[in-house]
T-cell receptor
Framework: GDSVTQMEGPVTLSEEAFLTINCTYTATGYPSLFWYVQYPGEGLQLLLKATKADDKGSNKGFEATYRKETTSFHLEKGSVQVSDSAVYFCALSGNSGYALNFGKGTSLLVTP | KAGVTQTPRYLIKTRGQQVTLSCSPISGHRSVSWYQQTPGQGLQFLFEYFSETQRNKGNFPGRFSGRQFSNSRSEMNVSTLELGDSALYLC??????????????FGPGTRLTVL
């Protein structure tokens, strides 16, 4: 079945450092890919998405490119801020459409 | 526009009891999905409702059930609670429930603790 694998956390970075959170997936067909973010005490917010190969999703300085050849959707940001501290989830939706299949999440802590 | 609301936010129950959680979607959204979030298993899909019909169900025992009302509000019920049911239960709503064209908007969740 479909699955998503994320790098283990926690990830600790200093402010203004470069961020990469790795995400790879296994799916049949052509899934859509998402990054969600969860701030403490809150629900999940959609950060960005990509619906086909080579698509690049971007939002709030974060970017991820849908790489079908490597089945990856790595999240990057050039300069993180303390306010980016949160848990980041990679997810896919397969051909059935309805359900999101999430990775385990990667906790990010950005220190001043 | 008001977001997805879930009530209650926190709940403590004992083993064997049953519990009902409520979710009010964003106005105009007709699809409601439920997810269970635990430290060990992460986020797992429970079920999805559209226009009062369950369209899809995850791999959970029959103790987990849900329904949707004509105003799109949804409830989920867990009967005969077990310690392993302790989790954050998240509700998400979208217009039609069809990613990626439909974005799923999540509520803050209900934290259920089973003692």
């Amino acid at each position: 079945g479909d699955s998503v694998t994320q790098m283990e956390g926690p990830v600790t970075l200093s402010e203004e450092a470069f961020l990469t959170i790795n995400c790879t997936y296994t799916a049949t067909g052509y899934p859509s890919l998402f990054w969600y973010v969860q701030y403490p005490g809150e629900g999940l917010q959609l950060l960005l998405k990509a619906t086909k190969a080579d698509d690049k999703g971007s939002n709030k300085g974060f970017e991820a490119t849908y790489r079908k050849e490597t089945t990856s959707f790595h999240l990057e940001k050039g300069s993180v801020q303390v306010s980016d501290s949160a848990v980041y989830f990679c997810a896919l939706s397969g051909n059935s459409g309805y359900a999101l299949n999430f990775g385990k999440g990667t906790s990010l802590l950005v220190t001043p | 526009k008001a977001g997805v609301t879930q009530t209650p936010r926190y709940l403590i129950k004992t083993r064997g009891q049953q519990v009902t959680l409520s979710c009010s979607p964003i106005s105009g959204h007709r699809s409601v999905s439920w997810y269970q979030q635990t430290p060990g298993q992460g986020l797992q899909f429970l079920f999805e409702y559209f226009s009062e019909t369950q369209r899809n169900k995850g791999n959970f025992p029959g103790r987990f059930s849900g329904r949707q009302f004509s105003n799109s509000r949804s409830e989920m019920n867990v009967s005969t609670l077990e310690l392993g049911d302790s989790a954050l239960y998240l509700c998400a709503s979208s217009l039609q429930g069809r990613p990626p064209t439909d974005t799923q908007y999540f509520g803050p969740g209900t934290r259920l603790t089973v003692l």
